[in-house]
């Protein structure tokens, strides 16, 4: 099988927008994923948070669909938490725009495996809270997520 120039490199193209753009950017040793660089180098990122949005109804201090999403919250976060052993979840809320959002940062490391898991128990969370009266746009997005 001929492969031109071009197919080859479109099949060596990492789908995840998490790869570095050279593997010389990214050393992977067999414990620890090496951080990956950014912005010409001036920045990099050694973990990857998945963030799960909404918009609720309501005043912040009495809103039913805040309540009912805290209760989801509340069932879940064991789960959550058990995506890897350093999981720091964050929970944000708006009351002048009323955003809702719960943001999961994990290793690197750990991100690929939760990645090939559907970010589970994501699915079930976001089909909950999409059920509460007052919630509409539900989102995720995948973003880094690094301490200064």
């Known amino acids: ?7 080859f490199a479109l099949l060596t193209i990492s789908a ?3 790869s570095p753009a050279s593997p010389a950017f990214r050393q992977m040793s067999s ?3 090496e951080p ?3 912005a010409n180098g001036s920045m990099s990122f050694d973990h990857v948070c998945r963030e799960w949005r909404c918009k609720y109804t309501g005043d912040k201090s009495d809103s039913a669909s ?3 999403i805290a209760k989801v919250v509340d069932e879940y976060l064991p789960q959550i938490k058990a995506v890897s052993a ?3 979840v964050n929970r944000l809320v708006c009351g002048s725009c009323l955003d809702f959002k719960l943001m999961t940062t994990v290793p690197l490391d750990d991100f690929g495996p939760w990645e090939g898991k559907e970010f589970s128990p994501e699915k079930e969370f976001l089909a909950k809270i999409t059920a ?5 746009q539900v989102e995720t997005q995948t973003i880094t997520n690094v301490e200064i």
């Open 1 to 7: 099988m001929n492969f031109s120039i071009a197919q």
């Open 16 to 18: 995840s927008a998490f």
């Open 31 to 33: 414990l620890k994923a």
């Open 36 to 38: 990956v660089p950014l």
């Open 66 to 68: 805040l309540e009912a």
């Open 86 to 88: 350093t999981a720091k």
């Open 132 to 136: 509460i009266e007052g919630v509409s």
